[in-house]
């Protein structure tokens, strides 16, 4: 009866590009970051812009329980705040 031995080979450590560093995730997370935060300021300022239309209908207005004073202000708002 015979032994075989095998040895033991460590795994190739990977390329110094993939491995995961504190400053590539942050990198990817502002990648992730910049376009969802660009598109919820569209989208602020869409409502506004709608809101805006809506002050000239007093029915609509109560409906969503806003007055009018308060819709335009609300719609003058910049889209970044």
């Known amino acids: 009866m015979s032994i075989t031995v ?6 190739a450590s990977p390329p110094r590009q993939a491995r995961q560093s504190p400053r590539w995730s942050l990198l990817l ?3 992730v970051a910049v ?3 660009i598109a919820a ?3 602020r300022r869409r409502q506004r812009e ?3 239309e809506l002050a000239e209908d007093k029915r609509l207005l ?3 329980g806003l007055t009018r004073e308060q819709a335009l202000y609300e719609g ?3 889209f970044w705040r």
Do not use: M, Q, T, W
Not at 6 to 11: A, D, G, H, L, S
């Open 50 to 52: 709608r809101l805006g």
């Open 29 to 31: 997370a502002v990648i």
């Open 41 to 43: 300021c569209f989208e």
């Open 6 to 11: 095998i040895p033991f080979v460590r795994p």
């Open 35 to 37: 376009p969802v935060a």
């Open 62 to 64: 109560k409906d969503i």
């Open 76 to 78: 003058a708002k910049p």
